[in-house]
């Protein structure tokens, strides 16, 4: 049986590991990147998400990424401003298995269908961040800044008609508060794509991968609750087995 | 003595975490892009993402086909063929349309649709496997261990006693298979943490 996914986010802003707050301010530090990918990879993550919200890497730094795919035996998707496909080129030979893209699909889409197609949709994501407003929700991209006028509804399913083979679902009105997911938007999204699904944006205890799990998510995406808080991704597995969700039992080598 | 490995490297996918992984277990490893090279060895492996059909061609191209195949006709040697690497040792592949597999393990490989696999494609993230068969790949694994799959397509194999582990998922597909000297699994070892690295464990030793 397929396992729902636990995945650490890494929001990297050049210099350091930050915390996301609302997509603002997000200057509080919350550690090394290096230190950090080492303690995921030991504590049973199932693959991890690292974003630079620097958007400094028009060119990739080679040295740096591979000093960090080199540490981890999981999966690890890279993802923040990027824009070409020879981007994407770089960082799957430098170690990712899947590229995340955002802000450029609101400006050519077609990136989606050249990209699934060159490297297949199994390693392309779009991520697509989303705020509520007058009960709708609204797409946002550029790091939240910019809304688009893209209906939120159609704008998914046209990623996935293009090849996008999983979808992140961020709450920026949820992102660092760590009061749970917005389940609403993981139950619509679940319900109009048939790729999976990684729930982003809230989470603050182990209930919330629960929720979520219930609303259709396939994974779930986190950062400050293993930051800020005792909470772990071994923890949270652990929890999420007692109550019958299908997850990976890390193997014990002898 | 150290065990020497090679990776073949014919311009196709991630070989960097192969790489550190076998690193990992202490072997000296080498990328070879010559397919000369396959000679001076007696293990290897064949990786792959991507689509059979680019997979099979640059395969093709690069003049790979002829040496892996005298290589796995040797039965000093061994073949290890992961993910699309997998795939390509069957007798077709049907990928953005029809193409000739290396032919060494007889079967094709199909989208998982039209096996009959009613879930959201790919198949991506970690299942387990249920070992079918006695194998030296699957030596110390308990069954029903969890591997890292990206997969729409799967290997339809001719005989059943190459099948050594199936991964069910709306259908139920080979994931582990083999024929004598020649290895495959559908999912990565290189990124399934520690039970992927019992294979890659168990195929050095072998």
């Known amino acids: 049986m397929l396992k729902v996914r636990i995945i650490p986010i890494m929001l990297w802003n050049g210099t350091t590991l930050v915390k996301g707050n609302k997509f603002e301010n997000e200057k509080r530090s919350a550690g090394s990147p290096l230190t950090t990918i080492k303690i995921y990879n030991s504590r049973d993550v199932d693959e991890i998400f690292f974003f630079d919200i620097s958007r400094n890497n028009n060119t990739i730094d080679k040295d740096f990424i591979l000093s960090m795919t080199d540490c981890v035996t999981v999966p690890i998707a890279i993802g923040g401003g990027i824009e070409k496909i020879s981007q994407m080129n770089d960082l799957f030979e430098y170690g990712a298995d899947k590229i995340v893209i955002n802000s450029i699909i609101f400006k050519d889409r077609n990136i989606i269908n050249e990209a699934s197609k060159r490297f297949g949709s199994q390693a392309i994501t779009v991520s697509i961040d989303v705020r509520k407003i007058n009960n709708n929700y609204e797409c946002f991209y550029n790091l939240g800044k910019i809304k688009s006028n893209l209906k939120f509804k159609n704008l998914l399913t046209e990623c996935v008609d293009r090849g996008a083979g999983e979808i992140v679902i961020n709450s920026i009105d949820h992102d660092g508060l760590m009061n749970g997911y917005d389940n609403e938007l993981i139950k619509i999204t679940s319900s109009l794509v048939n790729v999976p699904v990684v729930a982003s944006g809230g989470a603050g205890n182990y209930d919330h991968f629960y929720e979520a799990y219930k609303n259709g998510a396939d994974a779930f995406a986190a950062a400050s609750i293993y930051h800020f808080t005792e909470h772990t991704p071994a923890k949270a597995k652990k929890y999420l087995l007692k109550k019958e969700v299908p997850i990976r039992e890390n193997f014990i080598i002898e | ?206």
């Not at chain 2, 960097?16 to 000679?39: A, D, G, Q, T």
């Not at chain 2, 790979?64 to 077709?92: A, H, R």
């Not at chain 2, 007889?106 to 068969?133: A, T």
Request: charged letters at 20%; hydrophobic letters at 35%.
């Open chain 2, 1 to 206: 003595m150290t065990t020497k490995v090679a990776i073949i490297n014919y311009g196709i996918g991630n070989i960097r975490s192969l790489y550190n992984s076998l690193k990992k277990l202490n072997v000296e490893v080498e990328i070879i892009l010559n397919p000369e090279l396959i000679f001076k060895f007696n293990k290897v492996f064949l990786p792959g993402v991507g689509s059979y059909k680019d997979a099979i061609q640059l395969i093709k191209k690069i003049g790979w086909e002829k040496s892996i195949k005298d290589f796995s006709s040797n039965k000093n040697n061994k073949l290890f063929g992961i993910c699309v690497g997998m795939q390509i040792l069957s007798t077709y592949g049907y990928e953005h349309g029809k193409s000739d597999g290396l032919d060494i393990i007889k079967g094709d490989v199909e989208h998982m649709y039209k096996q009959g696999c009613d879930l959201k494609l790919p198949h991506i993230g970690w299942n387990s496997i249920k070992i079918l068969n006695k194998n030296l790949i699957t030596e110390n694994l308990p069954n029903d261990s969890d591997f890292y799959f990206v997969n729409s397509y799967s290997f339809k194999i001719v005989n059943s006693d190459q099948l050594i582990a199936t991964t069910k998922y709306g259908i139920e597909f080979p994931s582990i298979i083999n024929k004598d000297n020649v290895f495959g699994t559908q999912f990565h070892p290189e990124k399934s943490s520690n039970a992927g690295m019992q294979i890659l464990k168990n195929f050095i030793n072998a």
